[in-house]
C-alpha cells in the first residue's frame, strides 16, 4: 500500500482536473525521456492521445536543456505533455496548457514563483514528491503518466503492464525486491488484465534469455562466491547438481528449467549469500505472458534494457515502436542492445583497467574523459558501485565529457539514504555553485558541469555529503 503520509484523494482531484483538459484537447506536444522509464511513458502518452484521436506528435529528450525549454513554451500545440521529465524546471516553464507527469525531485523555485506570476491553473504537475510519496520507489515517471491515463479513460488500465516495465527499469523494486506503495497498485492492475505475473524467483537478470551459466557468471548484486566472473565455476555447480546446460544442443536458460531443477539450485545458491542479503536475490520477478520466450520481452526486467538499448543509442523511437506493438521493431532494438552491451562491457574495462576509482573522504569518483558515452556512464557507475573495484559505503561519483561541458552521474546504494543522503538535492546544489544544473533522486541524480569546475564540484560534493549523513 503507499505510504501513510501521502496524499491519494488530492493526487486523484489533480489527476481528474488534468484528465478533463488532455480530454479537450484539439493537439498535444508529448515530451518524454529516452531511458526505459521515458519511453513508457511516452508510449502510454502517445497511446492514450491516439486512442482519443487527438492530433499529436512525440518528442525524446535525453535531458532537459535550454533547447528543450524554448521548444516547451513555443510548441504551436494546444497542450503539452511532458513525461519523466520537467519537474526539475517548473520555474523555466512560462505556456500554458502543460501537464506534467514526472517522478523527480521538483524544483524548490516553482513555488516561489507562483506568488508573482498571475494564475498556474493551466499547468497541471503531477509528481509524487507533491502528494507525499517518494518517487526513487514509490511511482515512477511512467506510473504517474498511466495514472492519468486511467483517469482519462479507465480501459487505459490495459496500458499498466508498460508502466511497471518502467517502474523496474528505474529499480523501484531494488530496495525490497518487489514493487511497493503506488507502483503495487499499478501492478494490481497489470496483473489484474492478465498482462503480468507476479511469481518468486531468482531475481538475477536474463531469465528469459541468458544461458544458465551467464545468468550466475553475471550476477553482481550481490556477488556470488565461487560463481560471480567465474564461468567454470557455474558449471561445476550445474554439473554436481545433475542439470543439464544444454537441451537438443542449445543452450538453455533459467526459464527453460523444470521447477525441480530450480529448486536445486536455488537452495545452493542461497547457502551462497548472507542471510540478510537473500532478498536482494530471491524475491519477486514479473513475467509478461503475451510475449514469446527468447524476444527479449516476456521478462519485465529484460524489457526494460530491450528500451533502455534503444534510448541510449538515439533510437528511442524504435523502443515506442515495440511498446505499442511493433514486433518488427525487434530487429533494430536487437542491435541496439548489442551495442548497448558492449559500449558498457568496454566502459567497465576501461575504468577497470586504467585504475580510475579515486577515494576521497566522503565519495569516491572516477573521470573518464571522452572515452565513456554520456548515455552509459550512469549504467557503469552503478554497476561498478556493486562489483569489487569500488567500497559500497561510499556514493560514487562519473565524469565524462558531453557536448555542452562534462556530464555528472552520481550513485550510491539505499543504506545511505536511509541515513539522511540525498544525491538530488547534492547534484543540485554542487551544479548551481559550478555554473551548471542538476536533479534527480536520493539514490540516483546526475549534473551537467563547465569542464573546469570538476575539483570545486568534488569540494562542494564532500562538504554537502559529509553534513547530509549521520
Request: proline fraction near 3%; glycine fraction near 8%.
Amino acid at each position: 500500500m503507499p505510504s501513510t503520509d501521502g496524499d491519494l484523494q488530492r493526487l486523484d482531484r489533480d489527476l481528474a482536473r488534468a484528465a478533463k483538459g488532455l480530454r479537450s484537447a484539439k493537439s498535444v506536444m508529448v515530451v518524454s525521456h529516452i531511458d526505459a522509464d521515458g519511453i513508457t511513458a511516452g508510449s502510454i502518452a502517445h497511446l492514450t492521445l491516439e486512442r482519443l484521436g487527438i492530433e499529436h506528435r512525440v518528442v525524446f529528450q535525453t535531458k532537459i536543456s535550454e533547447e528543450t525549454i524554448m521548444m516547451v513554451n513555443t510548441a504551436k500545440e494546444e497542450f503539452v505533455w511532458i513525461c519523466d521529465l520537467g519537474s526539475g524546471y517548473l520555474s523555466e516553464f512560462d505556456r500554458s496548457n502543460l501537464v506534467i507527469t514526472d517522478h523527480h525531485v521538483p524544483d524548490p523555485k516553482w513555488r516561489k514563483k507562483q506568488t508573482v506570476l498571475d494564475s498556474f491553473a493551466s499547468v497541471e504537475h503531477l509528481n509524487p514528491h507533491t502528494y507525499g510519496f517518494d518517487g526513487s520507489y514509490e511511482v515512477c515517471g511512467a506510473g504517474m503518466t498511466y495514472l492519468l491515463s486511467k483517469k482519462i479513460d479507465p480501459k487505459n488500465i490495459d496500458l499498466a503492464y508498460l508502466a511497471v516495465i518502467g517502474a523496474i527499469g528505474d529499480f523501484q523494486d531494488s530496495g525490497q525486491s518487489r514493487l511497493v506503495s503506488i507502483n503495487r497498485m499499478i501492478l494490481q492492475d497489470a496483473a489484474d488484465t492478465g498482462d503480468l505475473i507476479i511469481e518468486q524467483d531468482l531475481r538475477l537478470f536474463g531469465r528469459e534469455t541468458r544461458p544458465i551459466v551467464q545468468f550466475f557468471q553475471y550476477a553482481t548484486d550481490p556477488r556470488l562466491e565461487g560463481l560471480t566472473d567465474n564461468p567454470g565455476g557455474c558449471m561445476d555447480m550445474l554439473e554436481f547438481l545433475n542439470i543439464p546446460v544444454k537441451r537438443n544442443n542449445e543452450w538453455r536458460t533459467w526459464n527453460d528449467l523444470d521447477p525441480s531443477e530450480k529448486e536445486r539450485i536455488i537452495d545452493n545458491v542461497l547457502e551462497l549469500v548472507p542471510t540478510d542479503q537473500q532478498s536482494r536475490i530471491y524475491g519477486e520477478v514479473y513475467t509478461l505472458p503475451k510475449f514469446s520466450k527468447g524476444t527479449g520481452l516476456r521478462d519485465a526486467k529484460e524489457y526494460s534494457t530491450v528500451l533502455n538499448s534503444c534510448g541510449r543509442y538515439d533510437d528511442a523511437e524504435t523502443g515506442l515502436r515495440i511498446c505499442c506493438g511493433d514486433t518488427s521493431a525487434l530487429k533494430d532494438a536487437e542491435r541496439n542492445r548489442a551495442d548497448h552491451r558492449r559500449h558498457i562491457s568496454t566502459a567497465l574495462s576501461y575504468v577497470k583497467d586504467n585504475h580510475l576509482i579515486r577515494v576521497r573522504r566522503f565519495i569516491q569518483y572516477f573521470d573518464a574523459g571522452p572515452n565513456i558515452r554520456e548515455t552509459v556512464v550512469g549504467i557503469v557507475a552503478g554497476m561498478l558501485l556493486n562489483s569489487s573495484e569500488c567500497r559500497n559505503n561510499l556514493p560514487i561519483i562519473a565524469f565524462v565529457d558531453a557536448e555542452d561541458g562534462v556530464k555528472v552521474s552520481a550513485r550510491a546504494n539505499r543504506d545511505l539514504v536511509d541515513r539522511g543522503l540525498d544525491l538530488s538535492a547534492v547534484m543540485k546544489t554542487a551544479a548551481e555553485l559550478t555554473g551548471g544544473y542538476g536533479g534527480g533522486h536520493s539514490v540516483a541524480a546526475g549534473a551537467t558541469i563547465p569542464a573546469d569546475k570538476k575539483e570545486e564540484f568534488l569540494d562542494i560534493v564532500e562538504d554537502i555529503i559529509s553534513s547530509q549523513i549521520d
